[in-house]
């Protein structure tokens, strides 16, 4: 099983390009997630999904779309990328939480904004 | 607001030491509360797992305690390896389905 993939791996954009970052899971995991990752801080929740066809905002949502067509894959998507959204941006999955069930983090894609 | 802090932001010793990281947490109706090691440019591999009802759990050298009580956790490790050098997360659960992630401790262990 490759687990958590993420593509790319690196990317340098020009302020108001726009990409997408594709996020794929072989573990049959109902949940997925976006973070991002900026220096000196923790992960935060950009968005997440609780099934095929769902998604909901997490705490730093504005800027990111996200779409789940396929259980196994959830994209991330910049309209118009800005600075600030420089970062290294992860995905996991999960099975529906409960206590004790832990989240899967794919391996970052870095993202430069200029 | 539901915040994850750690403490110290950075840590250096000396192989062999035995080491304790810190993580205090608000609110304490916790689902669990989990440990990650990342290494630079690498995602993020979950070490310790412990569930609300649990005090501590245990891997090889690594031990890791709760106390909602107080909103703490330590993660405990012993005999420092230079192979131990990594950023190390806390993060806690208190909805369903959400994470929230303290800013790390950074440890380097010097052969």
């Known amino acids: 099983n490759a687990g958590v993939t993420q593509t790319p791996k690196f990317r340098v954009l020009k302020t108001g390009q726009s990409m997408t970052l594709l996020c794929a899971q072989d573990?049959?995991?109902?949940?997925m997630y976006w973070y991002r990752q900026d220096p000196g801080m923790g992960l935060r929740l950009i968005h997440y999904?609780?099934?095929?066809?769902?998604?909901a905002k997490g705490e730093v949502p504005d800027g990111y779309n996200v779409s789940r067509l396929k259980k196994q894959n959830f994209l991330l998507g910049l309209e118009s990328a800005a600075p600030s959204q420089t970062s290294v941006y992860f995905c996991?999955?999960?099975?529906?939480?409960?206590?004790?069930?832990?989240?899967?983090f794919g391996p970052g894609t870095r993202l430069l904004v200029l | 607001k539901q915040e994850v802090t750690q403490i110290p932001a950075a840590l250096s010793v000396p192989e062999g030491e035995n080491l304790v990281l810190n993580c205090s947490f608000t609110?304490?109706?916790?689902?669990?509360l989990q440990w990650f090691r990342q290494d630079p440019g690498k995602g993020l591999t979950s070490l310790l797992l412990?569930?609300?009802?649990?005090r501590e759990q245990t891997s090889g050298r690594l031990n890791a305690s709760l106390d909602k009580s107080s909103g703490r956790s330590t993660l405990y490790i012993a005999a420092s390896q230079p192979g131990d050098s990594a950023t190390y997360l806390c993060?806690?659960?208190?909805?369903?389905?959400?994470?929230?992630f303290g800013a790390g401790t950074i440890l380097r262990v010097k052969s």
């Open positions: 996991a999955s999960s099975l529906p939480p409960r206590i004790g069930e832990t989240q899967y």
């Open positions: 573990m049959n995991h109902e949940y």
């Open positions: 999904s609780v099934g095929e066809g769902t998604t």
């Open positions: 609110d304490s109706a916790i689902y669990n």
């Open positions: 412990i569930q609300s009802s649990q």
């Open positions: 993060a806690v659960e208190w909805d369903g389905n959400k994470l929230v």
